[in-house]
């Protein structure tokens, strides 16, 4: 019988293109999602990307924080693990509205953790981030790296990592994946699902993508007097179809290793890129010119971030295939095919 996977927060981005691989595995995939940051139409297009697979999925809107309803989910299927995804994640706004992000993030995953520990069902794998080594002195980061939060979103990750630890110390039962993602980007390569952020992207590639279709007039470069090859900050993008197949992995390893404690792994590619060399990249792909203003530095940014990548390899016998080059053709794709996302467009000012 197919092996059953929950997954919060499956009609976000990342979750949306780990599902379409959960379901061509065979898996069978019950998303839950309150659609806060993302669309109902991401998940049908899952189902149309999945084809015959496309069965074993489905969907509730649900907000994780609600117990009731979670509980209820659990009732109808016996899941043998869940990815969750679940979260709030603008930095910017965390910092604004502190106790929004604390509740959301850390009461969702509290009462995750609850729910799937009355129902017996203790396989987790979480999306950390690698916003969790801070600004590190050494690179890459490994997962021994020393860890530091520089801001409410970032500690609500680090908060998280530390109560699963707990939880698995108080109770070996627990298997529990702590993947802490560099800097996802991209689109599947159909250009039918991919990044919609709601509102001024925070991220730079969505940025980037947003001027190349003429949403937006420019691009701002966030600081050009950093330590680095060219002066602007540095940067692990990595495929989200690698990302999600990084997901694959840590569920084979719960079914397969019997020894998975609580374990953190990085996913990340290994190599680091600068601003202005994915803007280049980007221009390449899109043949269109990004306009740009170089401004200050964006407080509480890292100057370089790029993983130590060993430890995936090795454990989770996983390792990115992608590079720059598809990371912006699969994103134009998606941009030319989806200009205004999975949304209308925007009334003019
Ligand atoms: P996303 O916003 O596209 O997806 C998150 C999903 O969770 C959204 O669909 C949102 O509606 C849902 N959600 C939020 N709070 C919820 C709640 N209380 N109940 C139910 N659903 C809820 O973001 P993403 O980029 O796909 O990120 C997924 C996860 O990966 C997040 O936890 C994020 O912090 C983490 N992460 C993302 C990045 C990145 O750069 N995208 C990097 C590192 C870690
Ligand atoms: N960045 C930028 N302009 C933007 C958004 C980001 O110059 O509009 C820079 C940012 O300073 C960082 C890099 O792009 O050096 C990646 O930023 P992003 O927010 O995408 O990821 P994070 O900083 O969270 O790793």
Same mark, same amino acid.
């Given at each position: %019988?197919?092996?059953?996977?929950?997954?919060?927060?499956?009609?976000?981005?990342?979750?949306?293109?780990?599902?379409?691989?959960?379901?061509?595995?065979?898996?069978?995939?019950?998303?839950?999602?309150?659609?806060?940051?993302?669309?109902?139409?991401?998940?049908?297009?899952?189902?149309?990307?999945?084809?015959?697979?496309?069965?074993?999925?489905?969907?509730?809107?649900?907000?994780?924080?609600?117990?009731?309803?979670? /509980?209820?989910?659990?009732?109808?299927?016996?899941?043998?693990?869940?990815?969750?995804?679940?979260?709030?994640?603008?930095?910017?706004?965390?910092?604004?509205?502190?106790?929004?992000?604390?509740?959301?993030?850390?009461?969702?995953?509290?009462?995750?953790?609850?729910?799937?520990?009355?129902?017996?069902?203790?396989?987790?794998?979480?999306?950390?981030?690698?916003?969790?080594?801070?600004?590190?002195?050494?690179?890459?980061?490994?997962? /021994?790296?020393?860890?530091?939060?520089?801001?409410?979103?970032?500690?609500?990750?680090? %908060?998280?990592?530390?109560?699963?630890?707990?939880?698995?110390?108080?109770?070996?039962?627990?298997?529990? %994946?702590?993947?802490?993602?560099?800097?996802?980007?991209?689109?599947?390569?159909?250009?039918? &699902?991919?990044?919609?952020?709601?509102?001024?992207?925070?991220?730079?590639?969505?940025?980037?993508?947003?001027?190349?279709?003429?949403?937006?007039?420019?691009?701002?470069?966030?600081?050009?007097?950093?330590?680095?090859?060219?002066?602007?900050?540095?940067?692990?993008?990595?495929?989200?179809?690698?990302?999600?197949?990084?997901?694959?992995?840590?569920?084979?390893?719960?079914?397969?290793?019997?020894?998975?404690?609580?374990?953190?792994?990085?996913?990340?590619?290994?190599?680091?890129?600068?601003?202005?060399? %994915?803007?280049?990249?980007?221009?390449?792909?899109?043949?269109?010119?990004?306009?740009?203003?170089?401004?200050?530095?964006?407080?509480?940014?890292?100057?370089?971030?790029?993983?130590?990548?060993?430890?995936?390899?090795?454990?989770?016998?996983?390792?990115?295939?992608?590079? &720059?080059?598809?990371?912006?053709?699969?994103?134009?794709?998606?941009?030319?095919?989806?200009?205004?996302?999975?949304?209308?467009?925007?009334?003019?000012?």
């Amino acid at each position: %019988m197919a092996r059953r996977v929950l997954v919060t927060g499956g009609a976000g981005y990342i979750g949306s293109h780990t599902v379409l691989q959960l379901l061509r595995e065979g898996f069978y995939v019950v998303v839950v999602d309150n659609l806060d940051n993302s669309s109902e139409v991401a998940v049908q297009r899952v189902a149309e990307l999945a084809g015959g697979f496309g069965k074993n999925l489905a969907f509730h809107r649900i907000d994780i924080q609600d117990k009731e309803a979670l /509980e209820k989910v659990f009732h109808t299927t016996k899941f043998d693990a869940v990815i969750h995804f679940a979260g709030l994640k603008a930095v910017g706004e965390s910092v604004q509205k502190p106790l929004l992000y604390y509740k959301n993030n850390i009461i969702g995953t509290i009462t995750l953790l609850e729910v799937m520990a009355a129902h017996g069902c203790k396989k987790l794998v979480f999306s950390s981030s690698a916003t969790v080594y801070g600004w590190p002195k050494h690179l890459p980061c490994t997962e /021994e790296s020393p860890l530091h939060a520089m801001n409410p979103y970032g500690r609500t990750k680090l %908060m998280i990592e530390e109560i699963c630890r707990d939880v698995h110390h108080a109770d070996n039962d627990w298997k529990i %994946m702590l993947l802490r993602y560099f800097n996802p980007v991209g689109a599947h390569p159909s250009g039918h &699902i991919g990044e919609d952020p709601r509102g001024i992207p925070n991220n730079l590639m969505p940025f980037i993508q947003q001027v190349a279709v003429g949403r937006r007039p420019s691009l701002t470069i966030f600081g050009t007097d950093y330590s680095t090859k060219d002066g602007t900050g540095v940067r692990d993008y990595i495929h989200v179809v690698d990302l999600a197949d990084g997901h694959i992995a840590a569920l084979k390893k719960f079914f397969d290793d019997p020894t998975t404690g609580c374990e953190a792994y990085n996913l990340g590619t290994g190599k680091g890129t600068s601003v202005f060399e %994915m803007v280049t990249a980007f221009e390449k792909a899109s043949g269109k010119k990004i306009p740009l203003i170089l401004t200050a530095r964006r407080p509480g940014d890292a100057e370089t971030l790029y993983a130590g990548t060993a430890k995936a390899e090795k454990e989770l016998k996983w390792k990115a295939k992608y590079g &720059i080059e598809e990371m912006c053709r699969d994103q134009w794709n998606w941009a030319i095919k989806n200009p205004w996302g999975y949304g209308l467009p925007e009334p003019p000012n």
